[in-house]
């Protein structure tokens, strides 16, 4: 029989949090598959588990090549437990690409939910909850964190992103001048830990306030776009939208028709928005002629 891969979840902070089941997992795994070996040796000791298990570092510089070795113990019977140093496997972490192979091998994969620094930061946040996407890691390059940004820029739904504690002040500003300075978030940091903080207000505010610096584990979670009817969106804003779409590598005119199905306005109107903002440039449109 094939054996069985388990993907634990870990606290982000306080030890206390750690789900019942990973002890018992612990002292049942044959190997134990770890982001960091030393945090795991803290981790146990803090639980007071003695693993038997063959302990074999886990993380994203050799996670494709020990993924092989791994799927070959599963085959064999083994029983691998999975633990990242902080949250659920996978999710920003290590992971991935065992779960894709054990799937592939037909190798019964389960998980010991625990902590997760994304609903955690969610459920604080003050911002919508009912419908939400994680966005995971910013692109580091300015340019690229941009047009990240940009493709998400009419996401209704609540934003929630993983940053750096030194790049946070870009990013911020960033999301200021993408979403708009006015446009609600929350910077969580240091969850569950001594010196956990959560900082809500616009993003230009909480641009200014990262530019101060700021230190430890940082999860953003940003409020979705309004959905303003043909009453607000006026000629500026259906001429940002369409720029959006742009640069995100769509088309003038399939934006232009996108746009006016969201705003609910005639494509003409849009498209004369497009043509006033150019002329306001100090250039013209690609397009010739109106939808």
């Not at 981790?43 to 588990?49: E, H, S």
């Not at 625990?114 to 911002?127: E, F, M, N």
């Not at 000629?235 to 742009?246: H, I, N, Y």
Request: net charge negative; glycine share 8%.
């Amino acid at each position: 029989m094939t054996g069985t891969l388990v993907l634990a979840g870990t606290p982000i902070g306080d030890t206390a949090d750690a789900p019942p089941r990973l002890a018992a997992e612990l002292v049942a795994a044959d190997v134990i598959a770890a982001e960091d070996t030393r945090r795991l040796r803290r981790l146990t000791q803090a639980l007071d588990v003695r693993p038997d298990a063959r302990v074999v570092s886990y993380f994203e510089g050799n996670e494709s090549a020990r993924t092989p070795e791994l799927v070959e113990s599963l085959a064999g019977g083994a029983r691998v437990l999975l633990v990242t140093d902080a949250g659920m496997p996978s999710v920003s972490d290590p992971g991935y690409r065992l779960v894709a192979a054990a799937v592939e091998r037909g190798i019964t994969v389960t998980a010991v939910p625990g902590p997760s620094a994304v609903l955690t930061a969610l459920a604080v946040s003050g911002l919508p909850v009912d419908r939400f996407c994680f966005e995971g890691f910013p692109p580091r390059k300015a340019g690229e964190r941009l047009t990240r940004l940009r493709e998400v820029a009419d996401e209704r739904r609540t934003l929630v992103w993983f940053e750096a504690p030194h790049r946070l002040d870009d990013t911020l500003a960033a999301m200021a001048e993408v979403f708009g300075p006015d446009r609600r978030a929350a910077v969580c940091r240091e969850l569950t830990k001594t010196y956990e903080e959560v900082r809500r207000g616009p993003l230009a505010e909480l641009a200014a306030w990262a530019a101060e610096g700021v230190r430890g584990e940082i999860t953003i979670v940003v409020e979705g776009a309004p959905e303003p009817g043909p009453e607000e969106a006026g000629p500026a804003e259906l001429a940002r939208r369409v720029a959006v779409r742009e640069e995100a590598g769509e088309r003038r005119k399939e934006a232009i028709a996108a746009v006016a199905q969201e705003a609910g306005v005639p494509k003409r109107q849009v498209f004369d928005a497009v043509v006033a903002a150019k002329n306001a440039a100090g250039s013209t449109p690609r397009e010739g002629k109106a939808p």
